[in-house]
Every structure is written in structure tokens, then in C-alpha cells.
């Protein structure tokens, strides 16, 4: 199984950014594609996962509103398009597969994790 995020960086409050995970080699019967975030300090957030089910999504109060999960099933490719982004979204993420095969659910356990890219929000 991989998991390959992408697309973090440096950017102003109220800009955006979109990540981007590769995903290949696992079987989505039994997973869905989540995101999770860990800023210093703090523990390990989901954030946002979307089913491979029926594409259904799901948010953390946090981000919802802001941010966009979305999935290329051609590309092996879930982006999550983050917008009006704020100093406390500065935070590693990560993306991961979850053991959440119908309706995805932030709560569900993390069967494998892709490795962090930083995003910083900071003007």
C-alpha cells in the first residue's frame, strides 16, 4: 500500500491550497481515503475522508465549509482542495486509508497512513 501526499507550502490567511494524495495498492473494498492533520503540540486530527463506496464525504466542524475532499478514481488520486485558510490550519497532514468501507467516518481505525507535508498559514 502507498500513500503519497503532496502539495503543501508557505501561504497568506485567507489564500488556498490544495493537497494531493496518490494512492495505489490496496483494496477499497474495506477502506476509505481520509485526511489527517497534527499540528506542534497537539494530537492527530481527521479532518475529512471520503468513501469508496459512493464517494460520500465527510468533515470535521473544523474544516467544514473551507475545505473539499474529492477523488479521480482514474488518477488513483484524492485531492483536498483547502480554501480561506487561517493560522491554526498550519499543521502536518496526512493522508491515510481507514478502515470505513461504507459511509466514511473520521472515527474509524487508521489501516495505513501516507507520509506529512506541512502546510504553514502565516502572513
Known amino acids: 500500500v502507498q500513500l503519497q501526499a503532496s502539495g503543501g507550502g508557505l501561504v497568506q490567511p485567507g489564500n488556498s491550497l490544495r493537497l494531493s494524495c496518490a494512492v495505489s495498492?490496496?483494496?477499497?473494498?474495506?477502506?476509505?481515503i481520509a485526511w489527517f492533520r497534527q499540528a506542534p503540540g497537539s494530537e492527530r486530527e481527521g479532518i475529512s475522508c471520503?468513501?469508496?463506496?459512493?464517494?460520500?464525504?465527510t468533515y470535521a466542524e473544523s474544516v467544514k465549509g473551507r475545505f473539499s475532499i474529492s477523488e479521480d478514481k482514474a488518477k488513483k488520486r484524492v485531492t483536498l482542495q483547502m480554501n480561506n485558510l487561517k493560522p491554526e490550519d498550519t499543521a502536518v497532514y496526512y493522508c491515510?486509508?481507514?478502515?470505513?468501507?461504507?459511509?466514511?467516518?473520521?472515527?474509524?481505525?487508521?489501516?495505513?497512513w501516507g507520509q506529512g507535508t506541512q502546510v504553514t498559514v502565516s502572513s
Open positions: 491515510a486509508a481507514i478502515r470505513s468501507p461504507l459511509v466514511c467516518s473520521l472515527g474509524a481505525d487508521v489501516g495505513f
Open positions: 471520503i468513501s469508496q463506496n459512493d464517494g460520500s464525504t
Open positions: 495498492g490496496f483494496n477499497s473494498d474495506f477502506y476509505a
